[in-house]
């Protein structure tokens, strides 16, 4: 029986259809590829040998094998995703403090001034993201305009050597990704009432009681957005750590690009992504199994 | 001394030249229900933001119990209010935003759990702790601001046009429970309201205000019965206003000559409400009747006074009104001691 909703359920099925398509072709596609890519046998100049199936790439990550044929453990791998996740979770926490108050300044200007502010935030997205970079490079670097104005205040008598470290990259990705912070963020607060603030004071909470009661959850989906805007891509950065880490500052999507282009290890290359990915998912999962947790305490417990 | 006393108090919003409040001065009595009434951009609400601290008044002084509360942040002032959007806070339960005033400032949790049933089983919402305010109707949601401004047991509680967004029939049955509520916990209410009908029915004293000054300050039937300018009678209730002009034997008489019973040396704005005004054949006024709208238990009728261009709203009970119609010349009786000059 076709029905009026089913026949209006069918036409929106089908609007999404070109999407839907253009996804699985291009994204599903070559997804399925690098699966294939990272379970077989790697070549020697590079490609793989197609059919000969193995979980060396896997097993890779966690171990190698010493010269006297043993199998140990090799940590060097899994630091250097400790790293990316340290680094990317420092450019989520410094995002934060600076992009909420930004968030919450713009969202309480006059309609018009706001959407000034906004169109200045999305301004550096005109230029590549690796001028920006190399932007950086110039202001970091010894003797730069960091140490001189360093120098000229007195603050040291040395260089700081701020360039070519995990600082630098903190500094490009927390500059890099705070759009992607405050632009959630922002369109929460725009929504927010923020009469509420006023009754909180009238009941006596304090301008800190209000934030943390009364403003914070009320925008916590921002909140949530931002840092998974900011964390995912922050995790997987190329462009930062290449022109402002040092030799020993290396990240994941590095380590990648490395395996794809120097080493010529593709299934390895491939398993590293995958390995990525499979991180990034469990934080979604975790994130919304606590979110159901925190939703069923609240219903249940008052 | 009143219990709240507000001194000269003039108010601007920073970057605007409009006074918004004209030194103003107000003394609110402890136990009392105060109205401030008027109509919308009469500063009424401007008031309540400056007694509830949002606002800083640019000129004047407001003492509560002797203590000067301008310098007092709103977290810390014994005031609370009821919101014209009642701002409940959506993320939690009735009961915790009834518990939030007293969690802010540090009560243990069974105390102030006890305090919230308290004040749920005064606004009658006991049994809705556990719901979230996004499933209570609007006149629920209305008792739960109340009773999360009760529950911090203020010196004075503010209600910003509460009943605004209510129907007519919970707002009348709301009336009632503000009033027993005031009565019961025997705190100071201050309401605003541009309903006259609401501040007639519940306040003690009433304050009329008209574009940020005070026009007249009184119990309801002083306002009522004796309003002090012509902005009052017809702001509050509906009211015939003559003018007349004393007589050579000074009498005050409408300018086609009759005499209005009342005595005067200047002419003067005279004031009859259409319910003191009758239909009988020995009255003093006489006219034709222009209109007439039936509304249940009154019927109202518009009568053009012979003589001059004066037209009179005339209220009249329905069983009295029956057989009058359209056209026909009626006399019209009225207790002179009804009558009421407006001051000139």
């Known amino acids: 029986m076709s029905t009026a909703a089913s026949v209006a359920g069918r036409r929106r099925a089908g609007l999404a259809a070109p999407a839907i398509l253009c996804i699985a072709f291009f994204m599903g596609g070559p997804m399925c590829i690098m699966v294939f890519v990272s379970l077989v046998e790697r070549a020697p100049d590079g490609g793989v040998i197609w059919g000969n199936f193995t979980t060396d790439a896997y097993k890779q990550f966690l171990f190698e094998e010493n010269l006297l044929g043993e199998t140990t453990l090799n940590a060097d791998y899994l630091r250097i995703y400790l790293r990316s996740a340290l680094l990317a979770g420092f450019t989520v926490l410094a995002t934060l403090i600076v992009g909420f108050p930004t968030a919450m300044y713009i969202a309480m200007q006059h309609p018009r001034r706001r959407a000034l502010l906004i169109f200045f935030l999305s301004l550096p997205f005109w230029v590549n993201l690796l001028v920006r970079n190399y932007a950086w490079l110039l202001l970091l670097r010894a003797n730069g305009l960091l140490d001189q104005a360093a120098m000229a205040l007195r603050l040291t008598s040395e260089p700081l050597n701020i360039l070519y470290s995990n600082t630098a990259i903190a500094i490009g990705l927390t500059y890099s990704f705070l759009p992607l912070m405050v632009l959630p963020i922002y369109a929460a607060m725009e929504k927010f009432d923020f009469s509420l603030v006023e009754a909180a004071f009238d009941l006596g909470a304090s301008r800190w009681q209000a934030l943390m009661h009364v403003i914070v959850p009320g925008v916590k989906g921002g909140i949530v957005a931002g840092c998974l805007l900011v964390f995912i891509p922050g995790l997987g950065s190329y462009v930062t750590p290449v022109l402002l880490g040092g030799s020993k500052s290396l990240m994941i999507g590095n380590l990648i690009e490395t395996q794809f282009a120097a080493a010529r290890n593709w299934p390895f290359g491939a398993a590293l992504a995958f390995v990525l990915l499979m991180m990034v998912m469990a934080a979604a999962l975790l994130r919304a199994a606590l979110l159901r947790k925190s939703r069923r305490a609240k219903s249940s417990n008052p | ?344």
Request: aromatic share 6%; charged share 20%; hydrophobic share 40%.
């Open chain 2, 1 to 344: 001394m009143g219990f709240l006393e507000v001194e000269a108090v003039s108010h601007q919003y920073a970057g605007t030249d409009a006074q918004v409040l004209n030194e103003v001065s107000l003394t609110i009595q402890e136990n009392e229900f105060f109205t401030l009434l008027g109509p919308s951009g009469c500063g009424k609400t401007t008031m309540l933001r400056i007694l509830a601290g949002f606002e800083v008044p640019s000129r004047g002084r407001v003492t509560l119990d002797g203590q000067d509360i301008l310098r007092i942040p709103p977290w810390r002032r014994p005031v609370n209010t009821v919101f014209q959007s009642y701002a409940l806070f959506p993320h939690l339960t009735i009961l915790r935003n009834v518990t939030f005033g007293l969690k802010m400032r540090g009560v243990a949790k069974a105390d102030r759990h006890g305090a919230a049933r308290r004040a749920l089983d005064l606004v009658r919402l006991d049994g809705f702790a556990d719901r979230m305010p996004s499933d209570l109707s609007g006149g629920q949601q209305q008792r739960v601001a109340l009773a999360r401004a009760l529950a911090c047991q203020p010196r004075l509680l503010l209600l910003d046009e509460p009943l605004s967004a209510l129907d007519y029939k919970l707002r009348k049955e709301m009336q009632g429970e503000l009033k027993r509520i005031q009565r019961e916990t025997g705190t100071s209410f201050v309401f605003v309201t541009h309903d006259q009908e609401e501040a007639l029915a519940m306040s003690d004293r009433i304050a009329v205000m008209r574009q940020g000054t005070l026009e007249q300050v009184g119990n309801p039937s002083d306002i009522y019965d004796r309003p002090s300018s012509d902005f009052v009678a017809e702001f509050i209730g509906d009211s015939n206003l003559l003018n007349a002009a004393p007589d050579s034997q000074g009498r005050l008489c409408l300018p086609g000559g009759r005499a209005l019973g009342i005595r005067g040396d200047a002419p003067a704005r005279v004031m009859i409400r259409p319910e003191a005004l009758r239909i009988a054949p020995d009255g003093n006024l006489s006219g034709q009747v222009t209109d007439l709208v039936y509304s249940g238990a009154a019927t109202r009728f518009l009568v053009a006074l012979d003589g001059g261009e004066e037209t009179v709203q005339i209220q009249q009970t329905s069983t009295e009104a029956a057989g009058i119609s359209m056209g026909d010349k009626v006399c019209l009786a009225y207790d002179p001691q009804q009558l009421w000059v407006v001051a000139p």
